[in-house]
């Protein structure tokens, strides 16, 4: 029997066509719930947006339909009858209204201590309403603003303005700081919560007068606090009291916060060996009281049992540290007190300790010019006791470059490796500056030292270039530097890295913590990067400084223990310095006695 072609093929389905029909399918039901989602949540988003911009028109309703008397805040200034925050719920959903309402000192008939002077500054009000809805996915705060005006004419005022001004550590101006002000010298507590425009200035028109009337405290996420206070039985002469308001007269309030940083205390003995739950004090140098002084920060610290302590939320300022241990002396410090904490920084702070031996001394010497610890300086102590001791490892420098490149090992004192060259070193000598040809200086120029032997394997603790401060026209971080280091000096290529430990980065004046991945290391160069952006300019490097330890050894400085009570005097020489020669006084467990060293 004859069989058609088709008879041998069976209609049907494999199992590789039913996966492939199976993953289109899928494909195709997940991409129409992904677009079923994304139409869900745009609903649902367009549904909060409008129920807040509802919101928001009904809060200014309420304020057009207000008295003008009445439109203020609730126990604020201007005050009124509009609280300053809310919890309100429309269409399912949960917002936070907040309300800001302000005077406006218009300049269409003067200002407020002006020419002419406008004895009635509060024009307007400014009406600032945001609504939040923090329960909301993806929802970003609405904030509407406009202006009520009154429909009478104005009176001459009997209140006067308070003008709040905000730098940061370099006088440049805070944008959207926090402010508070409370004013609780009348019948009843007056507080505002706002914070500063673009410029970094808040101005309050048309509030009572007052002495000393006005606590004003001033923040931002990040930043240190900075604040008027009260006279007190605790701090009778504040340093910044209490704002005053006169009649129709400005004043003019300054604060100073900058992004706070954070110093980690390490305890070791002189062998690096970590000591615990040791206790010491840190004591800063910016004054809130004086007569008597009063320390804005004084805090009492210890070191857990592995001899560590993380200290946040430092605000930047000079810090001294003296031991508080029952058990160990505090016998040297890397950094030197007074230890300098920059903005927004990040500090390594070794405690040297030993075990307490009766009252202690502790002699710190530095060269005058720099600042800098001194090593190999001979210092003895005579008076009661006799004894003498040489300090420990501190620094490497160089101040001049005058006599050109080519030096591999730092030998002669004014020479260093290779400049790129775009560096003059003779113009004047012991500078480093931009090339300067046909009247313009060029763009940028490059200079690597020679190399540095530190004697042994080291922790390299800071870099510092001078002056920090260069001209403005030649740009932001016109010197920078990065340094290279080695446990043995034949290294064929130098790695420069800065302080976030790459070579992508660079130290600069105010950055001058070395990356703890040198640590171990015994030679060191550095690499200078100068540039400007204007050719008329240049920046200018007159001494570029490390400094080190060796081991766990305290730079520059030397500890006496087992003292008597009594006055000493300490005779402090080193090659190349005048000698020094000072009495101090022994009556406590511990004392610091700092000399400072003129070269000859």
């Known amino acids: 029997m004859f069989l058609g072609r088709n008879t041998f093929y069976n209609k049907g389905f494999t199992l590789i066509e039913v996966l492939v029909g199976t993953a289109v399918f899928l494909i195709i039901a997940l991409a129409g719930y992904q677009a079923f989602v994304s139409l869900f949540k745009l609903t649902s988003y367009s549904q909060t947006k409008i129920a807040a911009l509802n919101l928001a028109n009904e809060q200014f309703e309420i304020a057009r339909n207000l008295p003008y008397g009445d439109v203020g805040i609730v126990s604020g200034i201007p005050s009124g009858k509009i609280p300053h925050v809310q919890n309100l719920t429309r269409s399912g959903f949960n917002f936070v209204v907040t309300t800001t309402i302000r005077n406006i000192d218009l300049p269409f008939d003067g200002t407020l201590g002006g020419t002419p002077n406008d004895t009635a500054p509060a024009d307007n009000k400014l ?47 805070v ?10 010298t009348g019948t009843s507590t007056i507080t505002i919560n706002d914070e500063t425009d673009n410029n970094g200035m808040l101005q309050l028109v048309d509030i009572p007068p007052g002495t000393d009337a006005y606590e004003i405290t001033v923040t931002k996420s990040g930043y240190s606090i900075d604040r008027t206070y009260p006279v007190s039985v605790s701090n009778p002469n504040p340093t910044k009291r209490n704002a005053t308001v006169a009649m129709q007269q400005v004043t003019q309030v300054s604060f100073i ?9 390490s305890s070791v003995t002189p062998t690096c060996t970590p000591v615990g739950n040791f206790d010491y004090t840190m004591t800063g140098a910016k004054q809130i009281g004086n007569s008597p002084v009063i320390y804005k920060t004084h ?6 049992g592995a001899g560590i302590q993380p200290v946040n939320n430092v605000e930047w300022d000079s810090y001294t540290i003296r031991p508080n241990d029952s058990t160990y002396d505090l016998i040297g410090l890397s950094p030197l007190n007074q230890i300098n904490i920059t903005p927004n920084s990040t500090q390594d702070v070794l405690l040297v300790v030993a075990p307490k031996n009766s009252q202690g001394l502790l002699v710190t010497v530095k060269d005058s010019s720099t600042g800098l610890p001194l090593t190999d300086a001979f210092v003895e102590l005579s008076g009661p006791i006799s004894l003498s001791k040489y300090t420990g490892q501190g620094f490497v420098s160089q101040t001049d470059w005058s006599g050109g490149g080519g030096q591999q090992d730092f030998v002669t004192a004014n020479q260093y490796y290779s400049d790129n060259g775009n560096a003059t070193t003779n113009d004047p000598a012991g500078e480093v500056h931009l090339l300067q040809t046909f009247g313009e200086y060029v763009t940028n120029a490059v200079l690597e030292s020679s190399i540095f032997d530190t004697g042994s394997l080291s922790n390299f603790r800071q870099i510092f270039v001078t002056p920090v401060d260069q001209p403005v026209s030649a740009g932001s971080d016109s010197v920078r530097a990065q340094i290279a280091t080695a446990t043995t000096s034949d290294v064929a290529v ?25 640590n171990n290391d015994r030679y060191v160069r550095y690499k200078l990067f ?10 200018t490097v007159a001494d570029t400084s490390i400094t080190f330890t060796s081991a766990c050894t305290p730079p520059g400085q030397v500890f006496f223990s087992n003292l008597s009570t009594g006055t000493y005097t300490v005779d402090v020489g080193r090659v190349g310095y005048a000698t020094s020669s000072t009495n101090v006084s022994i009556e406590n467990d511990w004392t610091e006695q700092s000399v400072v060293l003129t070269p000859q």
């Open 494 to 518: 130098w790695s420069y890295k800065g302080p976030d430990g790459t070579s992508d980065s660079f130290y600069t004046p105010l950055n001058t913590a070395i990356n703890s991945i040198h």
């Open 299 to 304: 805090k009492d610290l210890q070191t857990n």
């Open 175 to 184: 944008p959207q700081a926090q402010v508070t002000v409370v004013q609780g």
């Open 530 to 539: 100068l540039s400007t952006a204007s050719s008329s300019y240049t920046p």
């Open 127 to 173: 009406v600032e309403v945001e609504v939040a809805c923090p329960t909301c996915t993806n929802f970003s705060p609405i904030t509407v603003t406009s202006n009520v005006a009154p429909k009478n004419l104005e009176n001459a005022s009997t209140n006067g303005a308070l003008f709040i001004r905000v730098f940061d550590a370099n006088g440049v101006a």
């Open 257 to 265: 916060i900058d992004r706070v940083s954070e110093v980690n205390f």
